[in-house]
């Protein structure tokens, strides 16, 4: 099983919306597939159809003390969720401080699953500044801005893909930074996803791009951008 993460270098780049349109391309590509949201706020379940009302998750399960594999959600064949689940603030401290605390927890639970996905795909937090669970593809995503610019002179590993999310080939500055990016950055991953209005609307349709829209711009790029990380096994 391989794991794989996509952490913004700011928060608001669409790591979450990626995700859930990753993790659907790639089973679409006939692999089992496990989304885990290791966010509080617990917005992957809404671009999989889940109700917002749904409190179940593996944080509300590890608060109750039950078994944390219980709280996935399959959907559809080879297809499964792992929501944070719904939780107040102030009880998201004791978690957050437990997952800190203890490293390997995650990877421990995730080996435990390793005969049943193919890929895992992470939901983690941007702000964090350690990954709760280190993964064997890590992508950062950026927007071709001058936020992401100037913060990719210090906060970005030189081995580490970058990902160019959100692009509109019509500003000329965001061409001008990703072909500034291209000349500078060869950790750049060699496809970028376009500026697509089936983005918000998949996620107003409680779906991902290529099931919402699979026809459209942005589908197509995260198709690609599965078939790339496929490559990378």
């Not at 700011?10 to 659907?24: D, E, K, M, P, Q």
């Not at 885990?36 to 608060?63: F, I, R, T, V």
């Not at 890929?119 to 669970?133: F, G, H």
Request: aromatic share 6%; glycine share 4%; proline share 7%.
């Amino acid at each position: 099983m391989k794991s794989l993460t996509l952490r913004g270098l700011r928060g608001g780049v669409g790591c979450t919306t990626l995700i859930a349109a990753l993790g659907y391309a790639l089973h679409q590509l006939r692999q089992r597939v496990l989304l885990l949201d290791l966010c509080p706020e617990n917005m992957l379940g809404l671009h999989l159809n889940l109700p917002w009302s749904a409190a179940e998750g593996w944080a509300q399960a590890d608060k109750q003390q039950s078994p944390w594999q219980e709280a996935a959600w399959c959907l559809s064949q080879d297809l499964w969720i792992l929501p944070y689940g719904r939780l107040s603030y102030a009880e998201q401290q004791p978690i957050a401080q437990s997952l800190n605390q203890q490293l390997e927890h995650w990877p421990e639970r995730l080996a435990s699953l390793s005969s049943h996905f193919d890929w895992v795909l992470i939901d983690q937090k941007t702000a964090e500044p350690l990954s709760l669970v280190a993964c064997d593809l890590e992508i950062r995503v950026a927007h071709a801005d001058p936020a992401c610019h100037a913060l990719l002179q210090s906060s970005l590993p030189p081995d580490m893909p970058l990902l160019v999310n959100n692009f509109d080939p019509i500003r000329k500055l965001q061409r001008d930074i990703w072909l500034l990016w291209q000349q500078t950055r060869p950790e750049l991953v060699p496809l970028l996803i376009h500026a697509d209005e089936a983005v918000p609307e998949s996620l107003a349709c409680k779906a991902p791009v290529g099931h919402h829209a699979p026809q459209s711009l942005a589908a197509k790029n995260v198709a690609s951008l599965a078939a790339w990380c496929l490559s990378k096994e």
